[in-house]
């Protein structure tokens, strides 16, 4: 089984900045993609960023040059840094840990709020 814990959201006036973490912990295999999804009230779902164990990355476009995705293996942790944050960017952000044979973990979801 595997889990995923986020944290890092929270209240941020727009121009700020948050981290978000999210640490997995179980049978995790070596080779996987981590990313973060988030969902705004009323919308769809949408990828944001992801990373796999060789540190490529994907981003939305509207993200490109303000966010950055990293992770450290050692801890089995994904990190996002988000910059010059906009009350459009306010959402559920949600971990993912993406494993071939295992399939995808989702967390519970971390909220991030952008006032202007």
């Known amino acids: 089984q595997v889990q995923l814990v986020e944290s890092g959201g929270g209240l941020v006036l727009a121009g700020g900045s948050l981290r978000l973490s999210c640490a997995a912990s179980?049978?995790?295999?070596?080779?996987?993609?981590m990313g973060w999804y988030r969902q705004a009230p009323g919308k769809q779902r949408e990828l944001v960023a992801v990373?796999?164990?060789?540190?490529?990355?994907n981003y939305l476009d509207s993200v490109k040059g303000r966010f950055t995705i990293s992770r450290d293996d050692a801890k089995n942790t994904v990190y996002l840094q988000m910059n010059s944050l906009k009350p459009e960017h306010t959402a559920v952000y949600y971990c993912?840990?993406?494993?071939?044979?295992?399939?995808?973990?989702w967390g519970q979801g971390t909220q991030v709020a952008v006032s202007s």
């Open positions: 179980g049978s995790i295999f070596r080779l996987n993609v």
């Open positions: 993912t840990l993406k494993m071939t044979l295992q399939g995808t973990y």
């Open positions: 990373i796999s164990t060789g540190g490529t990355t």
